[in-house]
């Protein structure tokens, strides 16, 4: 039995789920002044857990600005506990660069006050990733408490273990077995009392690996618990072996710490055998996911890269604008938001966010592309295109971009006089008025041409290069169209058969592969949190249903275009699914970019969905027969079971819900064997499951249509509903929505094959900025030019990714972050950069101590961070 109880006070704030922000609002306004009254006038009352995320007193503030002094004298007195997080993210669908930002901004507001809370406390989050030791030990945070996901089979069934990552990081968690609201609203009255503590201390002393046990005094929204020592009165009493007191978590953690023999586990924690983790929640709302996953991607690979570099040529790195945007993709970061288990009002509310941050992200890289182009030094008087490259290391690769101008034909020429070839593959005309009204004001209507273009340009290191645009024949005016319905290229011959899948020959290793992106469509009875097969329901599949696809190709030197266009037929709803109703027609367009010399083809899928309650998943067949799969996870690769040994037994143990063999991933996922790997990767949704006869097929679940938050007795999740039960039409899905992937068959296992890199080049394309002498809305010039052509700084990253680069919060640094993804040590050559002009930080940007000849190794899944001056 467990003598001392620790009873810590706290409220668990969801600032959205079924209810809106603005309702939430309402309550903390009323409960935070109860909280600071009692916390103010009682001097035996100690401390009160401000639910880890200090989004709760952004949102405060609003509303009462004159409270600040009040929290900052209760935070500075140790009474009011806040941090470390902005909000308590979701560690499954959101990004390690995300999570570092929540940690680093939660932790930079807690310090207005005074000392953040160091414990990476997520109560709720639905499941947990491997990688978040790391992450934590980054913020000196070796503290942790969550709830869900955890089972005997991670190797201890114990509530106090230490979780160690595979790079070797630590963290002392405290488990929450029975979730962090078992303590809510207890009653003064004995005989309820007893009957619910009598059930939570059985499960509370088996667990506890010593003396002491958890019991929050806290639930959703609960205001404070004013009676709590009247309860604690009544314990005493009723449990006089055991010793009740109102405590902190950090204060329980520190007496766990002094325990010798404690379990050591590792990995990630996705199993609903005690508590349900959702592994099919990743597709809910795909049109939300993806926009999350679309605009983590242009935040790091694009925006702050660009910044630092306009940053190194002399312009403003704009942190004041910059974390804005991440604060306000973090709101949607929280567990209930991203796993878009919430009512149609609150996704509107999302997706508005996701709006406004995409806006914001996409205004400020026009800004600093424009600050660069508009100052290249040069007395020539052309119109100017410059080119961007935001990896490390000199690149080739085709991109299309537009290029305006009044010329009826043009060339591009650089500092050098070299021309770049490219392809016109569209072009439109375009009213003056719209790229600058002062010239229509002025009586000019000629129109510009607007040219849609395709170019294989070779661009230097993280840097541009400006191309004139002159008045010139040397161009290609036309696209070859074909009627066949097969292309060729350096690496595959790729037939578009009749049912709109494609037959993919590899040059390379002989094989050919049918029924490439075939779709499988399956009756969905589930909610937001699960899916879950409709009995008796019998799985379709396009490749056996259409037969009638139309393919459109157009060809240039460079790359294959391809578009597929095919009507579905299919049940309207589940009623049409059991009975044999009504149907109605999905249509889908497949566009691929497969270009002459990659392997990696560009596929982006627009579904004009018109069916209820079903779900649509893209199929890529690998012959491949693994017993794991792989996908990236926050800064590193983690490899999972196709099969979950759990699904033999999970009914006969009672699990909570069944542990099929669905997965996260952020940026790419695949199988491998010693001789290839087959890759899919993505900008929009992150959910994949292997599956077929001999498992050897990814499947990734394009998006899921379904009409209710919560449900009950689903056939995958049995018992009570998770959520409430709300009608939600909108997560039906009905409309039309675009999906980018991109696949390829590569030679050798992932390492061999570098499918990080190539993952990396998907998600890090080029960038353009058309300079014309016309601009909607003026900038003056600075007082300093910049080359025609830069690079910031080469890598040779010897299979290392870079996760991003950004100017140092508070120094005049640039930081640099990097993760080993593959299976051995790898080490980072930085080129023509000293040794001393480098520093290892930690994720908080403060020194580390190190050898300087050892901090560019890293071992595999870990992630390091450098300053470079």
Known sequence: MAKNVHIVP??????????????????????MEEILTRLETDPDYPYYVLDGQTAILEDFFEIRPDQRDRVKKLVQAGKLIIGPWYTQTDEMVVGGESIVRNLYYGIKDSEEFGEPMQIGYLPDSFGQSAQMPQILNGFDIKYAIFWRGTSERHGTDKTEFYWTSSSGSKVLVQLMPLGYAIGKYLPVEEESLQARMDKYFTVLDRGATGENVLLPNGHDQMPIQQNIYDVIETLKKLYPDREFFLSRYEDLLEKIEKQEGLDEIYGEFLDGKYQRVHRSIYSTRADIKSANTRIENKI??????????????????????????????????????????????????????????????DRLIDFYKRKIADHVDTHRLEDRLVLFNLLPYEREAVYTTT?????????????????????????????????????????????FIRYTIQMKPVLPSLG????????????????????????????YRIIVESNGTLTISD???????????????????????????????????????????????????????????????????????????????????????????????????????????????VLIPTHISSAFSFADNQFGTIERSVVDEALAVWESEGWDERPDSIYPFLSYAGLENEEKSVLVMTNSVREYEIIG??????????????????????????????????????????????????????????????????????????????????????????????????SLLTAELNGLVLSTLKKAEKQDKLVARFYNPTTIDCSLELKGIALEALEEVNLKEEPLPSHKEKFLKLVPNEVKTITIK
Not at 465 to 486: C, F, H, L, M, P
Not at 731 to 759: C, H, P, V
Request: hydrophobic share 35%.
């Open 464 to 491: 541009y290069i400006t191309y004139w645009v002159e008045q010139g024949e040397n161009i290609r005016k036309s696209v070859d169209v074909s009627q066949e319905q097969a292309i060729e290229t350096d690496d």
């Open 300 to 361: 790091t690979k694009h925006l702050e890269p660009l910044a630092a570099m306009a940053y190194k040529l002399g312009f403003e790195y704009h942190h004041g604008l910059i974390e804005p945007i991440w604060k306000e993709i973090m709101k949607n970061h929280a567990h209930d938001s991203i796993g878009c288990c919430c009512s149609d009002k609150v996704h509107a509310e999302i997706m508005a966010r996701f709006h406004n941050a995409e806006e914001r992200t």
């Open 10 to 31: 706290h409220m668990h704030w969801d600032r959205e789920w079924y209810f809106s922000t603005e309702e939430s609002r309402i309550l903390l306004i009323n409960n």
């Open 507 to 617: 040059k390379k290793s002989g094989e050919t592969y049918n029924g490439v992106l075939g779709l499988e469509n399956a009756g969905d009875d589930g909610d937001e949190y699960d899916f879950s097969p409709l009995a008796g329901d019998k799985v379709r599949y396009s490749e056996n249903e259409v037969m009638d696809a139309k393919v459109e190709i157009q060809s240039t030197l460079n790359a294959h275009f391809v578009t597929i266009r095919y009507e579905w037929e299919l049940p309207q709803n589940l009623e049409a699914r059991k009975h044999g109703g009504e149907s109605v027609v999905l249509q889908a367009a497949i566009r691929l970019m497969v270009p002459m010399s990659e392997r990696r083809m560009d596929v982006s899928f627009t579904i004009n969905n018109t069916a209820k309650d079903h779900r649509v998943r």
């Open 403 to 447: 290029v305006t101008t009044k010329f009826k034909s043009f060339r591009l020429v650089d500092e050098k006089g070299m021309e770049l070839a490219y392809e016109i593959l569209d072009q439109e005309v375009i009213d003056p008025g719209l790229i600058d009204r002062q010239i229509v004001h002025y009586g000019n209507y000629d129109p």
């Open 693 to 790: 006869q001999n498992f050897d097929t990814i499947a990734v679940t394009l998006f899921r249509s379904i009409g209710v938050l919560g449900k009950e007795e689903l056939v995958r999740r049995p018992g009570r509903p998770s959520g409430i039960k709300l009608p939600t039409p909108d997560s039906q899905m009905l409309g039309e929505w675009t999906f980018d992937l991109a696949i390829a068959y590569l030679e050798g296992n992932r390492k061999d094959a570098e499918a990080a890199r190539i993952s990396s080049e998907y998600t890090t394309s080029f960038l353009a900025y058309n300079k014309l002498p016309h601009d909607a809305m003026k900038l003056n010039k600075e007082n300093h030019s910049v080359p025609a052509s830069f």
